[in-house]
Structure formats: structure tokens, C-alpha cells
């Protein structure tokens, strides 16, 4: 099964505005943007892996000033624009705490949302629309580690009819309706993922050139991941206002003339555009 991710930081989701800069602040969303059933279409066998997937970097991180926020757009609104992976991070910081924590992952500013509150939101959406999927990647943080993985286990048990945790990559049919655990490096439940490395130094570097050597390899049979992220003193903004441009011209362009279509995976974005995400799907 094959996936790649692709972070970025990027979202436009007023009319022509900013048309082609992928890029979006606004954290209004006219419901014509809406793309809740995008996955429909996709046949059943077809491996998650294989399908070009927007997905959002840092999903969750809405508060906590310039340094802090990668998105503008609720879990609510992202789910409908269209984008179907989610970056968590998550933790518990007191020993009584019995819930666990949404933060950012550089300066830990509280998200005001519990995990469970989060699986109850996608799950609410995937009723509604069950013919897709959604991604979900959880990377914890914080001093009570132990505690967190027994909450996970605990929730997973709980959701595991709806929850795919296996090593191996779903095809469609084995996913709608589900949430697909990636593995983090702090959590190690659910389908193996790897980097694409399309970007070096936050620039895209030979990518076709890469998606050819990665597509026999990895693209059939593993989720690959391509990231950008913002230094700890550089705000995602400014990165995503770079970055998503320089990636929605890769997407346009790719559709067009790539020989190597079907291995551009998962995009993990910052501020995305709504014409980003259409593109991407």
C-alpha cells in the first residue's frame, strides 16, 4: 500500500483571492468549498497509500501566538473542505490528569480540546459521511508518557471496531468509516510511514526524480510522508505563505505532465488554501 504525506503550512479559502499561492489566514469557509465526500469515487481496492490525500501539519494548533498556530481552520472546517489527515500532539502534564491534552509541539500552549473529543468529532463526521476515511498521526508529549499509552490502549479498545491500527497499509474498502493510526515516534500503533525528502531546506528539490525511485519501492506499500516545518522561532505562516505556493504549482504541474502520477501521498499542510486542497483531491 503506498501514501505520501506532504507537510506544509497554507490556506486561501476566500473567492479568486490569492489564487494560486495555496495559501489561506482566513478562518472563514464558504460552504462552496466543501468537499465532505470526495472519497466516494475511489475504488474500494485501491490502497490508501496510492491516493494524493491533503492532510493538515500540526492540525490542532489554533492558540498560543504567531509561533505557535499552524492552522485557521477548525476540525470541523478541515474535515469538510476536504483534507483527510490530521497531525495530533497530545500528553498529559499533571499526575491527576485523567484526560489527555491537544498542544501545540514546540511551546505546549493548551488547545482547549481533550483527545477523546477529538475521535468524537471525526467519528461524528465519518457517520455522516461514511465512505471516507481519515489519517490520523498522534505524537505525545509531556511527563506522564506511560499514563498516555494506557489511555490510548484504553480508547483504542473502546473505538476498535472503527479504529485501524494494523501495521499494514488498508485499501479503501478496509478503511471507510474508519480512522487509520499512522505511527509516531512516540506512539507505535497503526501503519508504517516514511519521509519522501521532496523538500530540502524548506525548498522542493528534483521531486520527480524521487517519486520515481520511491514508487516501486515504497509507494504500493507504505505511507511517505513530505514535511516542512518552521523552526521553534520562525513562524509557520511565513513559511506556509513560501511553501504552499511552491507546492500547489508542483500539484498543478504534476497533474499535467508527470510520467510518475499516483505517488504524491498524503500533504501535510500549514494554512492551506481551499484551491490547494480541490487540487491535491
Known amino acids: 500500500s503506498k501514501y505520501i504525506k506532504v507537510l506544509n503550512s497554507s490556506a486561501i479559502i ?9 495559501f489561506n489566514d482566513n478562518p472563514a469557509l464558504d460552504p462552496r468549498f466543501y468537499n465532505t465526500d470526495w472519497m466516494k469515487s475511489i475504488p474500494d481496492d485501491t490502497p490508501v497509500s496510492a491516493i494524493s490525500i491533503p492532510g493538515s501539519h500540526e492540525s490542532l494548533s489554533l492558540y ?14 478541515q474535515l469538510k473542505v476536504g483534507i483527510r489527515y490530521f497531525d495530533v500532539h497530545a500528553g498529559i502534564w499533571l499526575p491527576n490528569q485523567k484526560s489527555i491534552n491537544i498542544r501545540d509541539s514546540h511551546w505546549m500552549f493548551y488547545q482547549h480540546v481533550e483527545f477523546d473529543g477529538v475521535l468524537r468529532d471525526i467519528f461524528n463526521f465519518l457517520n455522516r459521511h461514511n465512505r471516507e476515511t481519515v489519517l490520523l498521526k498522534v505524537t505525545f508529549h509531556g511527563l506522564y508518557r506511560e499514563k498516555v499509552v494506557l489511555l490510548m490502549k484504553k480508547l483504542t479498545k473502546k473505538f476498535q471496531t472503527r479504529i485501524w491500527t494494523k501495521l499494514s497499509v488498508p485499501n479503501m474498502q478496509q478503511a471507510r468509516g474508519k480512522i487509520v493510526f499512522l505511527q509516531s515516534e512516540s506512539f507505535h500503533t497503526g501503519t508504517e510511514n516514511h519521509k519522501s525528502f521532496f523538500f530540502q531546506y524548506n525548498r522542493l528539490q528534483n521531486v520527480e526524480e524521487k517519486i520515481k525511485h520511491i514508487k516501486p519501492h515504497l509507494c504500493d506499500h507504505h505511507v511517505v510522508l513530505t514535511e516542512t516545518k518552521a523552526s521553534v522561532l520562525k513562524s509557520p505562516k511565513t513559511l506556509a505563505r513560501t511553501v504552499n505556493k511552491e507546492l500547489h504549482s508542483l500539484v498543478v504541474q504534476h497533474k499535467k505532465s508527470s510520467l510518475n502520477r499516483g505517488c504524491l501521498g498524503v500533504f501535510s499542510l500549514s494554512f492551506p488554501s481551499a484551491d490547494l486542497i480541490k487540487d491535491i483531491i
Open 64 to 77: 498560543g501566538g504567531p509561533l505557535a498556530v499552524c492552522q485557521v481552520w477548525t476540525l470541523d472546517k
Open 14 to 22: 476566500t473567492s479568486c483571492a490569492g489564487s494560486g499561492s495555496g
